[in-house]
């Protein structure tokens, strides 16, 4: 008796036209190391993520070894990993610093309702005093919000 083929979840973001694209992004810098948390670092980033242009960053926090993010594409049909791919270089370019690298490839998951959305920002924004870096959310200097998204926020 063979068992049943395994079935591989499609790779990329798949486009619903029932609910709007909001994706939820952990991308970490290359063996763990902790570089992310800096001003010039973040300023860096989001200069990238606003002239990235085919996804918009809404609510983001830095860590000192990873970020999250929440985006959704402005354009239809645009590659949410080559996007990814795309602002990863450009800001390994914009620094050119060997040290400061990113692991190869991202998580990320489209989210599906309101209530995985606010779950999910929860936890993003908890994540500095989890970790024990600041007693109060708003204290932690490394996050912010791009652009604002009305599904949800």
């Given amino acids: 008796m063979s068992l049943p083929e395994r079935k591989h979840p499609a790779k990329g973001v798949v486009d619903d036209d029932r609910l709007p694209t909001v994706i939820f992004l952990t991308v970490c810098t290359a063996y763990r190391r902790s570089w ?9 980033l ?11 960053v809404g609510p983001y926090v830095l860590m000192p070894d990873h970020l999250h993010l ?32 990113w692991q190869t490839g991202c998580f990320h998951h489209r989210v599906r309702s309101c209530e ?4 999910k920002r929860e936890y993003m924004i ?20 791009l652009f604002e998204n009305t599904y949800w926020w």
Avoid: Y
């Avoid at 989001?46 to 918009?56: C, D, F, M, Q, R």
């Avoid at 959310?137 to 490394?142: A, I, K, M, R, V």
């Fill in 70 to 101: 929440f985006a959704w594409p402005r354009a239809l049909s645009t590659d949410f990993d080559g996007w990814v791919r795309f602002w990863k270089s450009m800001f390994s370019k914009t620094v050119r610093d060997h040290s400061l690298r």
């Fill in 36 to 44: 992310l948390a800096h001003q010039s670092v973040h300023d860096t």
């Fill in 46 to 56: 989001i200069n990238v993520w606003l002239s990235a242009t085919h996804w918009e």
């Fill in 126 to 145: 908890m994540n500095p005093v989890r970790a024990g870096l600041v007693n109060r959310p708003e204290e932690w200097p490394f996050q912010g919000q």
């Fill in 116 to 119: 995985s959305a606010e779950e």
